[in-house]
């Protein structure tokens, strides 16, 4: 067996160790006892593969974590106290650049948004919002960071960041209905307004899900009747060519299923998938992931070309928050469900991961997991926090003497070798906020109360140096 650590040391086998790493970062090299040696050119935590050998020729390898420190590490970690803890905010662009937070709330109970150039340390709009402390009202950042696309009192808004024009797209909207295709160009949303085609829409129904394209300004419904059809920030794909949309018919107090369907810009028409609860499109729209049950309860996967469904949880438990993958492979999820992969008998929340390809469910945590996660566009990085210091085998700084102090620190999980890394190991730890990490797994971010419980949380962004993902 290969044990990790600093320099790298190994047990068992025949003895007479030759040790080797390919794949160290540039300007570093191994010795054969081990010793990295050289002047590095990179800064930050990297994954390598190291590689022993002994007398009789038997081979083993491991995932071995190295810090490369040829900058100052706490220079990788920006803070913005100013930045007000949402469920809805920040919004960050692939590449980092462009990042819109809160900065606080105006009277109407609208957030005040500010988009910030990370490049050059400047504000280049300030605007307000309504986030409603959700997912779903966060400001949408087009990929390349000109468009942004947001809810304000009742009205869906586009600003042109480059040329300083906002666009009032439509009024009567639902705040919690909005989605924005990755280039901005495809917005979707709820909206109580008929008539917004051209020609008027003959059915002559007042509300519904429509779809608003940029390059045309113009308007298609996209699904018909009553309920509520409304799509989400999850429920479309990359470019804005698959959208989900749910409709229940149920009148309240009554929970019944809702009906799913999933329009197609290419065809311009809209397939039912039957009974579910909240819908998530894979980032390439091959992929739907559904509830079939009230509540979130069950799991299902839907492989459009193949016209398959794959049962990932079943029905008598629950999964929540999940997330798909941007090419519909892998399904992150929590549950607090036992018995979804053998051993899980712990009674409380879990972060799980399904594999399509191979049909494995992958439990991430064993415990300690407090709900709240990101992953990276391919799921080969997530991120969540914890209480469980056992997840890294450090020991707990946060409580040393082991007293029922319940603070939670930011662990990242690497589906490549199962590696686990703990980011925060602080006195107050991460806030009970959400976390995040850009798509390509290099930008992390999370809230933190500075210095005391009860102090107001901060956002804090970690850049890990490299690409992950």
């Known amino acids: 067996a290969l044990v990790g650590g600093g320099r790298p040391t190994a047990e068992g086998g025949a003895g007479g160790y030759t040790f080797s790493a390919p794949d160290l970062p540039a300007g ?20 390598v593969t190291v590689e022993v050998e002994d007398s009789n020729s038997a081979t083993t390898s491991t995932i071995h974590v190295l810090d490369v420190a040829a900058a100052d590490q706490e220079g990788r970690f920006e803070i913005y106290p100013d930045s007000t803890a949402s469920f809805s905010y920040p919004s960050i662009t692939p590449d980092g650049r462009f990042m819109a937070i809160d900065t606080g709330d105006t009277l109407a109970g609208e957030d005040e948004v500010d988009i910030i150039d990370r490049d050059t340390d400047q504000i280049v709009a300030s605007f307000t919002a309504r986030g409603f402390g959700h997912p779903d009202g966060v400001v949408h950042l087009s990929d390349d960071g000109r468009y942004a696309t947001y809810y304000s009192e009742g009205t869906v808004y586009q600003h ?4 300083a024009v906002v666009t009032a797209i439509a009024s009567d909207v639902w705040w919690f209905g909005i989605a924005a295709s990755d280039d901005g160009s495809v917005v979707a949303f709820y909206s109580n307004v008929g008539e917004l085609e051209t020609p008027v829409d003959p059915l002559g129904d007042a509300a519904g899900p429509y779809v608003w394209d940029r390059a045309t300004g113009t308007f298609e419904r996209i699904a018909a009747g009553l309920g509520t059809p409304v799509p989400s920030a999850e429920s479309m794909s ?29 065809t311009d028409s809209t397939t039912s998938i039957g009974e579910t609860e909240r819908l998530f499109v894979s980032g390439d729209g091959s992929v739907v992931v559904f509830s079939p049950e009230p509540g979130f309860g069950g799991l299902v996967a839907w492989d459009r070309a193949s016209d398959q469904r794959t049962v990932i949880v079943s029905t008598s438990d629950f999964a929540a928050n999940v997330q798909v993958s941007d090419d519909g492979r892998y399904v992150t999820f929590d549950s607090p469900s036992d018995g979804l992969v053998p051993g899980d008998t712990n009674g409380v929340s879990d972060l799980f991961q399904w594999d399509a390809v191979t049909e494995t469910l992958t439990r991430i945590t ?29 020991v707990d700084l946060n409580d040393p003497a082991g007293s029922a102090v319940f603070r939670l620190d930011l662990f990242i999980w690497r589906r490549d070798g199962d590696v686990y890394e703990r980011v925060t190991q602080s006195v107050i730890g991460v ?6 990490i850009t798509p390509d797994g290099r930008l992390v971010w999370f809230y933190r109360r500075p210095t005391a419980a009860f102090d107001p949380s901060e956002l804090v962004l970690w850049n890990r140096g490299e690409v992950y993902s």
């Open 28 to 47: 570093l090299s191994m010795a054969a006892d081990g010793e990295i040696t050289g002047t590095p050119t990179v800064d930050g935590r990297f994954y």
């Open 160 to 163: 042109d960041l480059l040329n």
């Open 238 to 266: 990359a470019d804005g060519a698959s959208i989900a949309v749910s409709q229940n018919l149920a009148v309240y107090p009554v929970v019944e299923p809702s009906d799913g369907y999933l329009w197609d810009a290419e």
């Open 366 to 394: 064993d415990g300690g997991f407090y709900g709240m996660f990101d992953a990276a566009a391919d799921g080969g990085v997530v991120v969540f926090s914890s209480a469980d210091p056992d997840l890294t085998g450090d």
């Open 431 to 436: 806030d009970v906020k959400p976390v995040g």
